[in-house]
């Protein structure tokens, strides 16, 4: 699929987007590397009770014991991965009445909790969508074999064995591939490449997983490390009282953030690794593909040159050929034909269906209790600023550690969260409109096939496809529309030129980049390509914007948002 990857790759762009707003790390689309990912989880949980601990006693209110255990142990259980037992855990706390520090971590946590979950309901989407991918390659596959054979068919019929000798070298020439000559079957959105652009493009994923490997096992060293210095600095933490204490949580927390910076890094390595390894998969798959295609019309080449003088048995053998190619069932566990392996399609759609209904429903929730959290965080703002006000009922905090600790739950920042997660569900969408508009794709395909043979399509494949990738690509747009005026709408409210506004318009502006090139690659599939040149403009705006301010390391981008490598102006400094 041309854009599948891209629409899991800005998932995981994504995730990490939302690991930056707080230094919480943010609960991937995984279970990838749970001890690397333990420690960026248990810095969010210390963060967010300390947050709250620190608010409640700070406005000089009695702390909700049962609250604060509550949201500590679903915390926990976010941190350690066990995001089921953590939304059940803070379903309950997040429903109490109680002090808004306290309230607004139990809605923030439950938040990420449901954002894990979906997470890892979209991992599993991921893959059956990569399994359906599979299939309808390899139902099209034995189409086009079963569309030679008709070829080969109708050769035969003209008592011209040259001509159909020509026709299957010409084949043979397309899908081994020459100078200029990459692509093999055109079928627009998805083509298939020759033999000698699979292996190319097979050759570089091999290099780019390698690559990647080493960089996590770099960032992984660099984790460790961290690590130790945090344990270090919290072990300090206890024995000390009063600010002597507070000044050291903040030290072993920036540690902590540290470790948790490293872990994001880490966290998105893993994810473009597993992007490269499922393009690594498909180049796999495509090679063979081809290879098997030509091995085909090899031995076809050299059954024509050897028996033409059977012209009628030839006929006869590859019609059966060809039918036993449509709609032969199973054998076993075999499913070689189109009717069996479109049994094995209906129930990954199925399958992938349900997922999509599962991951969309946690996506919903997740940003429902991010938008109870936006608005606990607006009235917790609103007391903090009387708190300040009123310089001396500020005990036992300073008039800066509550600035501070202010801005840490500034409402701007959950509201971002919101426009992660509809951007997450357009992304969403996308997928299901992209898998559906291939099925329909290979439908189509295949019907000319099938009527020359006279027999119909299998059940499973039966049916009018029309509305649903059309619904779902409606779905899709709309909701990439609401996830634009989000992030506009974040961006406009973001005041002040401080170090904290300046690091909030550089996540909604790096959020804004990934949406617009993700929206520009879905518009492209779709057929609109003056409105995805339209969008990736927009994307390449963002970029240079991020690029202008200095002060954000981008990750790795795709091709058409890496920017173009400066032209030295100067003359060399001496003559060549």
């Known amino acids: 699929m041309s854009s599948f990857s891209s629409l899991s790759a800005l998932n995981n762009a994504l995730n990490e987007m939302g690991s930056s707003l707080h230094g919480l790390a943010w609960p991937g689309e995984a279970r990838r590397g749970a ?55 803070l379903a309950s706390a997040a429903a109490m009445q109680a002090a808004p520090g306290a309230t607004l971590a139990a809605k923030f946590t439950l938040g990420h909790a449901k954002a894990d979950l979906a997470a890892q309901s979209s991992t599993q989407l991921d893959a059956v969508n990569l399994e359906i991918a599979r299939l309808i390659s390899e139902i099209a596959q034995v189409g086009q074999s079963v569309a030679v054979g008709n070829t ?4 035969y019929r003209k008592q011209d064995p040259a001509d159909a000798r020509a026709r299957i070298r010409e084949r043979l020439a397309e899908a081994q591939g020459s100078a200029g000559k990459d692509v093999w079957v055109d079928t627009g959105k998805n083509p298939i490449p020759t033999l000698a652009a699979a292996r190319q493009k097979l050759s570089a994923a091999q290099e780019a997983v390698s690559a990647k490997q080493a960089q996590i096992r770099q960032l992984t060293d660099k984790r460790k490390a961290a690590l130790g ?37 880490i966290d998105l390595a893993d994810g473009e690794l597993a992007i490269l390894t499922r393009t690594q998969q498909i ?39 060809s039918k036993g190619a449509a709609e032969a069932p199973a054998e076993g566990e075999l499913a070689a034909s189109i009717a069996a392996k479109a049994q094995l399609l209906s129930a990954k759609f199925t399958e992938a269906e349900k997922l999509h209904g599962e991951t969309e429903k946690l996506l919903t929730e997740a940003a429902a209790e991010y938008q109870g959290a936006f608005s606990e965080a607006g009235r917790l703002r609103a007391e903090l600023q009387e708190r300040i006000a009123r310089a001396g009922d500020l005990r036992p905090f300073t008039s800066s550690m509550l600035s501070s600790l202010q801005k840490t739950t500034s409402p701007t920042d959950y509201r971002l969260q919101q426009g992660l997660i509809l951007a997450k569900v357009a992304n969403l969408r996308a ?30 494949l039966q049916g009018d496809l029309a509305a649903g990738p059309k619904s779902s690509r409606d779905a899709a747009s ?25 690091r909030r318009r550089n996540a909604v502006a790096t959020a804004q980049m990934y949406l617009m090139y993700n929206w520009s690659q879905f518009l492209a599939a779709s057929g609109d390509t003056a409105g995805a040149a339209e969008k990736l403009a927009s994307a390449i705006g963002f970029r240079d914007q991020l690029i202008s301010d200095g002060k954000v390391k981008l990750p790795t981008l795709p091709g058409e948002l890496m920017a173009a490598p400066a032209v030295a102006t100067e003359p060399p400094a001496t003559a060549p």
Do not use: W
């Not at 006693?57 to 255990?69: I, P, Q």
């Not at 941190?79 to 855990?89: K, Q």
């Not at 295609?293 to 006869?316: R, S």
């Open 478 to 502: 709309d909701t990439f529309t609401k996830a634009s005026q989000e992030f506009e709408g974040v961006a406009g409210g973001i005041q002040g030129s401080d170090a904290d506004a300046s």
């Open 229 to 265: 210095e945090a344990d270090e600095l919290r072990a300090k933490v206890d024995p000390l009282t009063g600010r002597a204490q507070v000044d050291a949580f903040a030290r072993a927390a920036d540690a902590r953030k540290a470790v948790s910076l490293v872990s994001s890094d």
């Open 152 to 155: 080969l068919v109708d050769g």
């Open 431 to 460: 997928r299901r409109a992209e898998v559906l508009g291939s099925k329909q794709g290979m439908v189509a395909a295949l019907a000319p096939a099938f009527e020359k043979l006279d027999i119909k399509l299998p059940d499973s």
């Open 35 to 89: 001890g690397r990912r333990g420690a960026g989880r248990r810095g969010a949980a210390m963060v967010a009770v300390a947050v709250a601990a620190l608010l409640v006693v700070g406005c000089e209110k009695k702390t909700d014991e049962k609250l604060s255990a509550e949201t500590a142990k679903g915390a926990t259980e976010v941190a350690s991965g066990r995001s089921s037992e953590a939304v059940s855990t």
């Open 283 to 321: 180049a796999e798959g495509q090679v063979t593909v081809v290879e098997r295609y030509i091995a085909h019309l090899q031995t076809q080449d050299k059954a024509i040159t050897a028996g033409f003088e059977a012209v009628g048995i030839h006929i006869n053998s590859q019609i059966a050929v």
